[in-house]
C-alpha cells in the first residue's frame, strides 16, 4: 500500500482529481446506506440535492489526493498550489500572541490547512494538531511521517494531546481541530445541527474557555481542474460562550457548554453552506456517540 501511493503521488493533482471524481460516484452507487445518508444529511440541511450532488465527486477527490499531500517530500513547498484569502485574520491573531485554535469542518481538502499554515507561519507560531493513527498498519508510517513536518506538530487522540494542545495555546502556539466529528460518548453535548440534534464535541469551546485564545474558522476549497486549493479565513460571527466576550455570561456550566456547542456547529453550518458541494455529506453525523472515550472534552492544566 505504500508503495501505490508513493506512485500515485507522481501523478499529477489533475488526473488525481479526475479518478476520484470516479471513485466517488462509483462509491456513491455501490453503498445503498452511503448513498442514501449522503441525501438525508443534504436534505436535514435543506438543500436541493442541485446544488450539492457535487460532493460525491468531491468525497472521491478527497480520497484520490491523500497520495498527493502525504507524499510530498518536506523541502517541496506547496507554493502556488495554495492561496490565501483571509491571510489578515491569522496575521492578527498571531500579532496579538495568546494562541489561535483553528476550526475547520470536513469540507474540500481539509488536510492542506495545516501544512499550508505550518509552511506560512510555522516558524512563528507551529501548529499541533490533533492525530489518531491510521487503523491500517501499512500506512501508518506513512500518514506520521506525512503529518510531521517543519512547524507542524501533532497531538495523540487522548489526554496527554489535550495537555499538550492546552500548553500550545497558553504559549502562543496555534491548534487545529475539525469539530463536526462525533467525538465519545461523555465527551460532548446535544446541539442542534442544520436543525436536528447532534452530539458535538465541547473540546473546541473549552480550549478557548480555558486559554483565552482567539479561534478563526478555516475552509479549504478544491479549485477547478486540479489547479490546487484557496484557504478562506473568517472570524466567528458569534463570541464563544463562556469568555470574557460572552454577552449572557453567568450561566451554569452544562448551559454554557450547550450554548457553546451550538455557537460552533452554527459557525460550521456557514462554511458549509458557502460550498456544499464540497463536504463531506456522507459522515454519519447524527449517530450515537461511541462508548470508548479517546479524547476528553474537558482539558487539563
Known amino acids: 500500500m505504500p508503495t501505490l501511493f508513493r506512485l500515485a503521488a507522481r501523478l499529477p493533482l489533475a488526473l488525481l482529481h479526475r479518478v476520484g471524481t470516479l471513485l466517488g460516484w462509483l462509491a456513491f452507487w455501490g453503498s445503498p446506506p452511503y448513498r442514501q445518508r449522503l441525501r438525508a444529511n443534504v436534505a436535514q440541511a435543506g438543500l ?20 498527493w ?54 516558524a512563528m507560531s507551529p501548529i499541533t494538531a490533533l492525530y489518531r493513527p491510521s487503523r491500517q498498519p501499512a500506512l501508518r508510517e506513512l500518514v ?15 489526554l496527554t494531546g489535550v495537555r499538550q494542545m492546552i500548553r500550545a495555546l497558553r504559549k502562543g502556539g496555534t491548534v487545529g481541530l475539525l469539530p463536526d466529528q462525533v467525538p465519545p460518548q461523555g465527551m460532548g453535548v ?5 436543525g436536528r440534534e447532534a452530539y458535538t464535541m465541547t473540546l473546541a469551546s473549552r480550549l478557548v474557555q480555558q486559554t483565552g485564545a482567539a479561534w478563526l474558522l478555516f475552509a479549504a476549497e478544491r479549485l477547478p481542474g486540479g489547479r490546487g486549493y484557496v484557504i478562506r479565513v473568517s472570524v ?3 463570541p464563544m460562550p463562556g469568555t470574557p466576550a460572552d454577552p449572557a455570561g453567568g450561566q451554569d456550566a452544562e448551559e454554557v457548554a450547550r450554548r457553546a456547542a451550538a455557537v460552533v ?5 456557514g462554511l458549509i453552506l458557502a460550498r456544499p458541494d464540497q463536504y463531506l455529506w456522507g459522515y454519519h453525523r447524527y449517530k450515537q456517540p461511541r462508548p470508548q472515550a479517546e479524547v476528553p472534552a474537558d482539558g487539563a492544566d
Open 48 to 67: 436541493d440535492w442541485a446544488r450539492a450532488r457535487g460532493a460525491v465527486a468531491s468525497a472521491g477527490r478527497m480520497v484520490a489526493e491523500l497520495p
Open 144 to 158: 506520521a511521517q506525512s503529518r510531521n513536518r517543519p512547524g507542524l506538530l501533532t497531538a495523540p487522540a487522548n
Open 265 to 269: 456547529n452554527r459557525a460550521m453550518e
Open 190 to 194: 446535544w446541539a442542534p445541527f442544520f
Open 236 to 238: 466567528p460571527a458569534e
Open 69 to 122: 499531500l502525504w507524499c510530498r517530500p518536506h523541502d517541496q513547498p506547496l507554493g502556488g498550489w495554495v492561496r490565501w484569502d483571509g491571510a489578515e485574520h491569522v496575521e492578527a491573531a498571531l500579532a496579538e500572541g495568546r494562541g489561535l485554535l483553528m476550526l475547520t469542518p470536513h469540507l474540500g481538502c481539509f488536510e492542506v490547512i495545516a501544512q499550508a499554515y505550518a509552511e506560512r507561519w510555522g
